[in-house]
C-alpha cells in the first residue's frame, strides 16, 4: 500500500507541472477545452488515490523499533523528531516516516531571521562534525559529489527552499538526500546519513565498519536548511523504494523536537570504532533480541 502511494504521489508532482505548464502556456499554444478537463481529471484522481492509499498504509501495525548506538558524540540538539509526531517530515516518502534531524547544541548557531539571506557553511558549528557507524555493518551506498550550497535559515531564503524543495522530489530521493551514506546493518535494516559533506567520505561501498567508526562528515548537501545530520532507518537501501523503521539510540531513546541530549564519545576515542554491536530489535511485549542472531551482520 505504501509503495502504491509513493508511486501516485510521484505521479502527481509530475501532473502538478504538467497543468502548471499548460496554464504558462496557454497564450502561446491553442489547447482545446477537453485537453484541460482531462488534465484536471488525472490530477484529481491520482490526488484521490494517493489519500487512499496513504490512509489505508497508516492502518497497518507500525513495525519494531531497532535499537543502534547514536550516530554522533557530544552535545545535539533534536528537531523534526519522530517522538513528536509521525511521519516526523510531513511525508513517507523516501523511508523518512521515521526520521529525525540532528544539530549541534552551540550558542555560535546562527540564529533564524530576516537578515542576512544566508550564510557560508562554516559560520555553523554541526559542519564537518563526524559522523559515526550506528552498528558493525557493510556500506551499500556512499555518495559526496553534490555541493554544499549556502544556508537557507532566514525568512527569504525559506521562501526559495521551498519551491527548490519542490523542484528537487522531481528528481527522485538523490537530489532531495544529497551526499549520503547507507549502511546495511543486516535483518533487512538500514541505516542512512544524508546531507553529507561534500568530499568527506571515509568510507567506500562494500567496506566492512565498526560501529562508532567514522564514516563521513556533517555537511549541507541535498534539501537543507543548514549544516545537519537527516538519520533514519529503513527497510532496503534505496530511499526512493525503501519504507521507514523506528529507530531508538542506545543510551539516548528518540529526543524530542527540541530536545538537548549528550552522546559520550565512543569507547577509544571520538570518531574511533568501539567493540563491536548489533542492531536490536525492541519487541512490543518489551523484549529484545539481538538482530546476528537472526542472521544479521
Sequence with gaps: ???????????????VVVILGVVLTRPLLDFSGWWNVAALAVFLVLGTLTLLFGRLARRNTPP?????????????????????RVPSHGTRAYGQEYAIDVLTDSEERPAFGWWPPVRH???????????LAVADAVVVHARDHRRDHLSRNSYPALAYLLVEGAVRSLGGAGPVVGNHVVLDLGGGVFALYA???????????????RTGQTLALCGNSGNSTEPHLHFQLMDRADPDLG??????WRGVGVPANGERFEVPDPVG??????????????RLDGRAESDRANGGT
Excluded at 1 to 15: I, N
Excluded at 272 to 282: K, L, Q, Y
Aim: with cysteine.
Design 121 to 131: 557553511n562554516r559560520d555553523f558549528p554541526t559542519f564537518g562534525e563526524p559522523l
Design 269 to 282: 576515542g571520538r570518531g574511533r570504532p568501539s567493540g563491536g554491536t548489533a542492531p536490536v530489535r525492541v
Design 243 to 248: 519504507q521507514g523503521i523506528p529507530f531508538t
Design 195 to 209: 546531507h553529507v559533506r561534500r568530499g568527506s567520505l571515509k568510507v567506500r561501498e562494500g567496506d566492512r565498519v
Design 64 to 84: 519494531e523499533a531497532v535499537e543502534v548506538a547514536p550516530p554522533l558524540s557530544g552535545a545535539w540538539l533534536a528537531m523534526n523528531s519522530p517522538a513528536d
Design 1 to 15: 500500500m505504501r509503495s502504491a502511494a509513493r508511486v501516485c504521489g510521484l505521479l502527481v508532482q509530475w501532473s
